[in-house]
């Protein structure tokens, strides 16, 4: 590096998009050391793609009910046949198809669940932590609130209220992750607020919006990018979970949880109707769980080698 | 010490009116009329709302009403159930000793597994056992456990019939609770039978109950241990050619487990949403099945009740966490 700065090349000033390539490629370096991190980013593209392309791939529709095939069984067992790979359920309807378009729900949960709560947690923890005094005791209180309620819990009442489906689902358990992101940004945010580079940008006349989302923000981001991730995992678990209490996503939808709900009482006689929604929900959650653990490592230097 | 307790209670006792709030709020949030809910009368005459509204105390002001439900709750009164017209705390005392058995025995298998596997998980690192062992954790923190518990229904219950599905003990058995402990209670009745057929129906809900937990405090166990084990002391330790197993589970376990003991206070709010689930599956009478079928009867009295119930036990947990963690670790505590 020393000789690097003699040659007049390297005098030049470095731009940020080269930066950017550089610290993407650093990145990456760490983060595919870790082989399960890079299975789980395979898995869940994977299944981005069967969620996209779910009306090409889906080789029935989600909700026809085949009368005269209830309860066949997969392939492989006995009495399965072709048409139904995965077999049917109590009322006929082929449960891959269902599976398939169930991907579009559980992604489509994750991420407006993570979007909400990441971007309100992010905004409410920026303003307890710049400006500290009465509004942080208010927020923090406010946050030790919900997180004094088990989450699931809080997301029954939640849903009790807004009354059960999938968008009440949604904002219920988003209101329960939250104060995660609220507590994240606001410790991130107290540690950077003291730092000379806040400090110059304020001497320079920053507004106090800019130090907040332009300064402070971007240094805070590696905790929250693997916090969303355990987000986005939980999101899928307890929207499931809601499903599968009724309060959830409802029949006839083909969300994971609410087939498993569904299936319920012929869990002696089928075992197949069972099993293959719950192992779609465990495939995808640890997938996103082994991305998780991956990004910890490559983008938080003080976890990593943990 | 005194202060830092003084300095907790400060910090609850706002978060426990705050969750008081939101319980009293509840009612009144539910769309509909909160005297018709609260009554469980659908159709009534202007006369009639008017009675029942200030017989509940609703036509007085909002902040007055607060206060008296919030002094209520202070002298344990939680309300009346409107499906059953018992009080709310009362059905709490008798269904609660059922979670607190399932969840006792679920923490139980949780530590007595957990800790010794991420004890060996650091220190062989590693080791194929090391890294079976965390993909085992990471797939036990994913799981779906209301999945899980009908897994091992279809295998334990169903295909092997080792298990009963469902219940606390077996219809044979009767007799009258004395502490609301099934193991207890079925010791002290003195059946033959009864303890086993009590002790086979918690093996599977608490093997469901202890998975996120056991995971969670496997991984936490295996991360505190690399970090102590990394420690001078320890080096200090060995080269003082003192035995692995002095060094391992004398010096570095004691200071390994600070963290490990604030995971597993932390544990009690998953283990009591876990609950939820779990008793639903095995209907087994606690309250987080109490809680559930509330919801579906439309018993807002007893959810409002439940919820503040609930959240007043885990602040307490987690107070009592904190001060074992004070005196565990005098650091903590400025």
């Not at chain 1, 006349?205 to 971007?218: D, K, N, Q, V």
């Not at chain 1, 996503?249 to 498993?260: H, I, K, R, Y």
């Not at chain 2, 996120?212 to 405090?217: N, T």
């Amino acid at each position: 590096m020393a000789d690097a700065t003699l040659t007049p090349k390297a005098a030049e000033p470095v731009s940020s998009a080269q930066m950017r390539r550089q610290m993407l490629r650093e990145f990456w370096f760490y983060f595919s050391e870790n082989r399960g991190a890079v299975i789980g980013l395979f898995v869940f593209l994977a299944l981005v793609l069967v969620a996209i392309l779910a009306p090409v791939i889906a080789p029935h529709s989600p909700f026809e009910q085949y009368r005269d095939a209830v309860l066949k069984p997969p392939v492989w067992a006995e009495g399965g046949t072709a048409t139904y790979i995965l077999g049917t359920d109590p009322v006929g309807r082929d449960i891959l198809s269902r599976l398939i378009y169930g991907a579009q729900y559980s992604l489509f949960v994750g991420l407006v669940v993570t979007t909400l709560s990441l971007i309100s947690g992010i905004i409410v923890g920026l303003l307890a932590g710049y400006y500290r005094g009465w509004l942080d005791t208010i927020i923090m209180r406010l946050m030790d609130m919900i997180l004094a309620v088990p989450s699931l819990l809080l997301a029954l009442v939640l849903v009790t209220i807004l009354g059960p489906g999938l968008n009440s689902a949604m904002i219920a358990i988003a209101v329960t992750l939250q104060p995660h992101f609220v507590r994240l940004t606001r410790a991130a945010v107290m540690a950077e607020k003291t730092r000379d580079y806040v400090t110059a940008a304020r001497i320079a006349g920053a507004s106090p919006l800019r130090l907040m989302f332009r300064t402070i923000l971007p240094n805070c981001t590696a905790p929250l990018i693997v916090q969303a991730t355990l987000s986005f995992s939980n999101a899928i678990l307890d929207a499931a979970a809601l499903g599968f209490l009724g309060m959830g996503a409802q029949p006839p939808t083909p969300e994971w949880g609410t087939m498993l709900a569904e299936a319920r009482e012929f869990i002696l006689r089928a075992w197949w109707v069972v099993t293959f929604p719950g192992l779609a929900i465990l495939i995808t959650v640890l997938a996103i769980n082994l991305m998780g653990d991956g990004l910890r490592d490559a983008l938080d230097p003080k976890l990593k080698r943990s | 010490m005194f202060g830092f307790l003084l300095r907790r209670l400060a910090v609850l006792i706002p978060t426990f009116i705050g969750v008081s709030i939101i319980a009293f709020s509840f009612i009144r949030l539910l769309p509909g009329d909160p005297v018709a809910l609260l009554s469980g009368e659908r159709v009534m005459s202007p006369e009639r709302h008017a009675q029942i509204s200030a017989q509940l105390g609703f036509d007085r002001p909002m902040v007055v009403q607060y206060f008296d439900y919030l002094g209520g709750v202070l002298t344990g009164d939680f309300g009346t159930s409107i499906v059953s017209k018992k009080p709310v705390l009362d059905q709490f005392l008798t269904l609660f000793p059922a979670t607190i058995e399932l969840s006792f025995c679920a923490i139980i298998i949780a530590i007595a597994l957990g800790i010794p596997a991420g004890v060996i998980a650091a220190i062989k690192r590693g080791s194929v056992f090391d890294q079976g062992l965390m993909g085992v954790a990471l797939v036990g923190y994913s799981m779906p456990i209301f999945w899980w518990g009908l897994l091992l229904i279809i295998l334990f219950s169903g295909i092997l019939q080792w298990f009963p599905v469902s219940g606390r003990i077996s219809l044979m058995f009767y007799f009258k609770p004395v502490t609301g402990f099934m193991l207890i209670d079925s010791l002290i009745s003195g059946q033959k039978g009864a303890f086993t057929s009590a002790l086979s129906h918690l093996v599977l809900p608490s093997i469901v109950l202890a998975t996120i937990p056991l995971a969670v405090i496997a991984r936490q166990t295996r991360s505190a241990m690399l970090e102590v084990l990394s420690e001078d002391y320890v080096r200090t330790a060995r080269a003082k050619g003192l035995s692995p197993f002095r060094v391992v589970g004398i010096h570095a376990l004691r200071n390994a487990m600070i963290p490990v003991i604030t995971t597993v206070g932390l544990q009690v709010g998953v283990m009591l949403a876990g609950a939820i689930l779990t008793e639903t599956i095995f209907s087994w009478p606690g309250i987080g099945k109490w809680i559930l079928d509330s919801v579906f009867r439309r018993d807002y009295a007893v959810i409002q009740g439940g919820l503040l119930l609930i959240a007043a036990i885990i602040m307490t947990v987690n107070l009592i966490v904190d001060l074992t963690y004070g005196l565990v670790n005098p650091r903590i505590r400025h």
